[in-house]
């Protein structure tokens, strides 16, 4: 299915025949924790990196970069809950919504994605292209509630929502501590 734009979201072709690509880009979600283990999609990351002018990830799509051994020795964002495991996949966790460190462009969490898009768009097209998409989405955020962070939240609220999310998240960190093993990385 196309976008009003034309735009398409879909497969075209195999990651063997897949070619070089400017921008690699790692979404996030539960589907990662699978993606960190499946070696043939690690292994097209790998490759796709070696010559890409940006790899990029977005939430915990940065622990599937990681998982390739893409982020060792960069620092790197990932959603607040995960963002600890980046350290077991060589890279310096930062608490950062969007974290750039040389060719490397990481997002933390769902809102951040926008920031982390425009981010990108400004290092590919200029900060105007940026600035004028920022406009057009009409991006000026002014949440309801100042509770975004854990720092801001509180105490009973991460507990709250780190117990809701407690089964995804040892799953993610037995993927983790998995990947960390097969790249011969210690596991804490």
């Known amino acids: 299915m196309a976008t009003g734009k034309g735009w398409r979201i879909e497969p075209t072709t195999r990651f063997a025949e897949c070619p070089p690509l400017d921008v690699l880009c790692v979404p996030g ?7 960190m283990e499946d070696e043939e999609v690690l292994a097209f990351l790998r490759r796709q990196a070696a010559t890409a002018r940006y790899v990029t990830a977005v939430c915990t799509g940065s622990l ?26 060589g890279a310096t966790p ?6 750039i460190d040389r060719n490397r462009i990481t997002g933390g ?12 768009v400004a290092a590919l097209c200029g900060e105007e292209a940026a600035k004028r998409i920022q406009l057009a989405l009409e991006y000026d955020p002014q949440p309801p509630f100042d509770c975004g962070s854990p720092e801001k939240a509180g105490p009973a ?3 709250a929502v780190t117990a809701a999310a407690h089964e ?16 011969g990385l210690p596991v804490g």
């Open 157 to 159: 609220r991460v507990a």
């Open 109 to 120: 969490g769902v809102t951040a994605g926008i920031d982390f898009a425009l981010t990108v």
């Open 94 to 99: 930062v608490d950062e919504r969007v974290v």
């Open 29 to 35: 979600g539960s589907g990662q924790i699978a993606l």
């Open 64 to 89: 599937v970069l990681g998982a390739a051994g893409l982020l060792r020795g960069y620092r790197a964002a990932s959603h607040w809950m995960s963002r600890d495991q980046l350290a077991l996949l």
């Open 168 to 183: 995804r998240q040892e799953k993610r960190i037995a993927a983790t501590r998995r990947a960390a093993a097969a790249l």
